[in-house]
């Protein structure tokens, strides 16, 4: 089942079965519902599973004996798992068409009442390189700065912005979950809401451009881990509650923008869930994946900090910015309000399911889409 050629012994032979067998086990175990934070973690490392599967399937076409129909019950196995991990991913490439259309600058008429631009960023609460964020801020001037882990040290440091941003809705923490927004501009009808956990809490305003008023959710749910919640289902239950008010609320000249670090990958099932009932749009698509986390590991790093807008926005740029200390790099976004944009634009559709997957999400936590504050109506 081995070239002879490379002297490998059977064992050689069993090395990459048990790999191979590895790669089928981290596949399939996605594929069911099952809320367990170590099967609902296999959703995160999918480009790490497609490049090891694919080293893998090199090897064997390499050094198994190709006439031997054992060595096929390993290699279309392990094709199969390269070919479903890419399939995943395949959207965060440039290899498909943008989901958002590119800003068209020559065509606004005046920047500051129809572009806004949000930093998005998880601090690390034990972080103490608040002077690192800060210069980025300034840097790159942005409309409105989230961050998320900040307590009253990050508070006390944060507020150095209030000339510059004089509008804020402040909710220091020392659980890993407070969260801060500071905005240029005016903000109306502020909430701060705990939806599904009591200590979790979510941002929800309403941002003034110009004569417009943009929808702005704030979220950092808890991630299913063996040290915070051991399955998923109160960090689903979040997105679905949002997301299902978006859908209720949701009418063709509001335009909303989702932001927040939502500790799942872009790619999962739940995050595509929350897309097809809010709506939203990821500008991600066709662009690149924007890994924020681990900013420790490039061998692992995957989106879990994100921003979906509705159709009305174009984007103008992107960026994933310089390490600050945090074990998260900070997202850049820049968007150009065109309404006329919303015929054209459009992200995936609900498929079949996929409301009975969001009612049993909700009624697992016994929560309504209710109770999400729709800022312009409150």
Known sequence: MLKQDFGFSSNMFTAFAFCAGLLILAT??????????????LDFPRLQLAIGSGFLVTLELSLLELTQPASWWLIIPTILCFAYQAWWILPYTKLV???????????????????????TANVLMTNRNARKLLELVRQYQPDILVTLESNDW??????????????????????????????????????????????????????????????LHCLHPAPPSPTENEVSSERDAELVMVAKNIEKTKDSSTPI????????????????????????????????????????????????????????????????????????????TELALVPHKAETQSGIDKEAGDEEMAQEILQGQQVSSDNVVNPTRS
């Open 257 to 332: 923008i989702v932001t927040g670090d939502m500790n799942d990958v872009a790619w999962s099932r739940t995050t595509r869930l929350f897309r097809k009932i809010s709506g939203l749009l990821d500008p991600r698509i066709g662009r690149g994946m924007f890994n924020t986390f681990h900013a420790d590991y490039w061998f692992m790093r995957w989106p879990l900090d994100h921003l979906f807008h509705s159709e009305h926005f174009t984007l103008r740029t992107m960026q994933r910015l310089p390490g600050f200390g945090s074990d998260h790099f900070a997202l850049y």
């Open 28 to 41: 399939l175990l996605p594929l069911s519902r099952n809320s367990k934070w170590w099967i609902r973690g």
């Open 154 to 215: 990050w508070q006390s440091h944060l507020d150095q912005l209030s000339g510059q941003y004089p509008h804020a809705v402040k909710c220091p923490l020392d659980n890993l979950y407070g969260m801060h927004l500071y905005s240029r501009r005016e903000l109306i009808n502020t909430e701060i809401q705990y939806l599904v956990e009591k200590d979790v809490p979510s941002i929800h305003a309403c941002v003034k451009l110009a004569q417009q008023q943009i929808r």
């Open 97 to 119: 068409a943008p989901e958002v259309e590119p800003a068209e600058d020559e065509l606004l008429e005046d920047k500051t009442s129809t572009c806004i631009s949000i930093i």
